[in-house]
């Protein structure tokens, strides 16, 4: 009885060293492509290694719970023989973690238990949670599952929250002022708010339209303009203005323009 359950400790370990070695691989496999494959590694890649690494930790844990697994807890180890020199067996087996089997390095290996910081931590996480109490508890848990429904319904509908934000953006904050539109509707529509100032008359064509006589500060232009043979022996003067009488017109101007006036009149032609 004793040697078939030595035998099935033996073969059960033997099948987890091996799922172990594989798991292993798979781990340096998928770090190497993560350090030096990095700008070629695509994410279905990634999900891929990430898919193989947990069903190989699924196989490891169906092995361990299988009925025909002794179980491991009753198993103890104990160190036979501990040695300060190098033992290159164990380095060999090790690949290289463990060169030496001491009395410093076998109580982290040999643990049972967590490291007394991890024990340290764990115990005030334990503590925490007894403070609190059901409906606390409960409470929290509540507003936690929440949270996590919100980000859910978030990422799984994006398009849907954007577009919705899109529109109540555009009813709030409207991109045109109303007052501004109808302003500019009613201007070009029915010219309200124009200016009511007109450009001059038109001028009949080949008759300038300029004035018989214009005064500036210094000099007098006349212009006179007769019909077609019948003009003027005068067309203009420039004479300067008699200091001391401001916008009289000197009498020889006066002369010239009785004349003109004369030979146009149609009893003269």
């Known amino acids: 009885m004793q040697q078939r359950e030595e035998k099935q400790l033996e073969a059960s370990v033997e ?5 172990v070695a594989h798991l292993k691989g798979s ?5 190497y492509k993560l350090e030096n494959e990095y700008e070629r590694l695509t994410w279905p890649s990634v999900l891929d290694n990430f898919a193989l690494v947990s069903g190989q930790l699924n196989t490891i844990n169906k092995l361990l719970r299988n009925e025909k697994t002794p179980s491991y807890r009753s198993q103890v180890i104990i160190p036979l023989l501990l040695s300060p020199d190098r033992d290159e067996e164990l380095a060999k087996l090790t690949e ?5 089997f001491s009395h410093e390095i076998v109580p982290d290996h040999l643990r049972t238990k967590p490291d007394p910081e991890v024990e340290e931590q764990e115990k005030h996480l334990s503590a925490e949670a007894a403070r609190i109490g059901p409906e606390l508890a409960q409470k929290q848990i509540q507003i936690l599952n929440k949270l996590c429904s919100n980000l859910l319904e978030k990422l799984n509908n994006p398009r849907d929250d ?5 529109s109540a953006l555009r009813q709030n904050k409207p991109s045109f002022n109303p007052a501004d539109t109808n302003a500019l509707v009613a201007a070009v529509g029915f010219g309200k708010g124009l200016s009511k100032c007109r450009p001059p008359g038109p001028v009949a064509p080949g008759h300038p339209g300029q004035p018989m006589m214009s005064a500036g500060p210094a000099l007098h232009q006349v212009t006179v303009a007769g019909a077609s043979g019948h003009q003027a022996g005068m067309g203009g003067q420039v004479t300067q203005q008699q200091p001391g009488q401001p916008g ?7 002369t010239n323009i009785k004349s003109a006036s004369a030979s146009m009149h149609p009893y003269n032609r």
Request: hydrophobic share 35%; charged share 25%; glycine share 0%.
């Open 15 to 19: 099948s987890l060293v091996t799922r």
């Open 27 to 31: 781990l340096q496999s998928f770090i």
């Open 96 to 100: 290289q973690r463990v060169p030496v």
């Open 162 to 166: 954007r577009d919705s934000d899109s």
């Open 248 to 254: 009289k017109m000197p009498s020889n101007i006066k």
